[in-house]
């Protein structure tokens, strides 16, 4: 097997190639270029790195949520084009399990959180790899009430904790810590691996879709409009 995997779910664009079970190569973007400009190069990056071709891959991965609409859309859209045009299948990665990936402390529950904004996260919780609750996208203080009874203490990760330190640290106190900023993000060999091992779940171009935990942004505001005119 050798997977391509993408993820634009977050602010950190990433691309990763696995060959057979090892990490060829990995990088993450963290800039002001926007996800749509720094993908396509980045794959093509890796395919010079690790002197492969296009027509060499046997599997492409993307996160198809829960994240910025924008972005999820932006790697899914690029997965489902070479997907079509090489004629391999893809495979799908929950973000959050992706990002939780790996941290298998027996003692803590690994708690992934991305910033869903207007004061909400998107959140799930896993102890020693196994998912504890179904995502979620709720204010901050609702997750944490549902997660509270798992256990007693909590490793928070992603790229909510930067917003929802202090909140967090004001509610849980000890029974919260949080993952060192060099691991505290989503990294796309973890998308690569997790697909890896789901490899029975690839589907084709056309059954690939994004998994949003919400409306749009643009639909809630027309709904709140079409609320306040009814």
Same mark, same amino acid.
């Given at each position: 097997?050798?997977?391509?995997?993408?993820?634009?779910?977050?602010?950190?664009?990433?691309?990763?190639?696995?060959?057979?079970?090892?990490?060829?190569?990995?990088?993450?973007?963290?800039?002001?270029?926007?996800?749509?400009?720094?993908?396509?190069?980045?794959?093509?990056?890796?395919?010079?790195?690790?002197?492969?071709?296009?027509?060499?891959?046997?599997?492409?991965?993307?996160?198809?949520?829960?994240?910025?609409?924008?972005?999820?859309? !932006?790697?899914?859209?690029?997965?489902?084009?070479?997907?079509?045009?090489?004629?391999?299948?893809?495979? $799908?990665?929950?973000?959050? /399990?992706?990002?939780?990936?790996? !941290?298998?402390?027996?003692?803590?529950?690994?708690? @992934?959180?991305?910033?869903?904004?207007?004061?909400?996260?998107?959140?799930?919780?896993?102890?020693?790899?196994?998912?504890?609750?179904?995502?979620?996208?709720?204010?901050? /203080?609702?997750?944490?009430?549902?997660?509270? @009874?798992?256990?007693?203490?909590?490793?928070?990760? $992603?790229? $909510?904790?930067?917003?929802? %330190?202090?909140?967090?640290?004001?509610?849980?106190?000890?029974?919260? %810590?949080?993952?060192?900023?060099?691991?505290?993000?989503?990294? @796309?060999?973890?998308?690569?691996?997790?697909?890896?091992?789901?490899?029975?779940?690839?589907?084709?171009?056309?059954?690939?879709?994004?998994?949003?935990?919400?409306? @749009?942004?643009?639909?809630?505001?027309?709904? %709140? %409009?079409?609320?306040?005119?009814?």
């Amino acid at each position: 097997m050798i997977l391509l995997a993408m993820d634009t779910s977050g602010p950190v664009a990433g691309v990763a190639l696995l060959e057979d079970g090892r990490v060829r190569y990995e990088a993450v973007a963290l800039n002001k270029m926007t996800h749509s400009e720094s993908i396509m190069p980045m794959v093509e990056e890796a395919l010079l790195r690790t002197n492969l071709t296009k027509e060499q891959l046997t599997h492409l991965a993307v996160t198809v949520g829960p994240g910025s609409f924008t972005g999820v859309r !932006i790697g899914v859209t690029a997965v489902k084009a070479m997907s079509h045009a090489l004629g391999i299948p893809c495979i $799908g990665v929950d973000a959050l /399990e992706a990002t939780a990936f790996g !941290i298998e402390n027996r003692d803590e529950i690994v708690c @992934p959180i991305q910033d869903a904004r207007v004061q909400q996260v998107y959140g799930a919780a896993f102890r020693a790899g196994y998912r504890l609750m179904d995502d979620c996208a709720a204010r901050l /203080e609702e997750y944490l009430k549902m997660i509270a @009874p798992l256990g007693e203490r909590f490793l928070f990760t $992603g790229d $909510g904790v930067i917003p929802c %330190r202090e909140q967090i640290m004001a509610v849980m106190g000890e029974r919260a %810590r949080f993952a060192a900023a060099h691991s505290a993000y989503l990294r @796309p060999a973890a998308v690569a691996c997790v697909a890896a091992r789901d490899a029975e779940k690839a589907v084709d171009y056309l059954t690939l879709q994004p998994m949003y935990l919400r409306a @749009p942004q643009a639909e809630r505001e027309r709904a %709140r %409009r079409e609320g306040k005119n009814g």
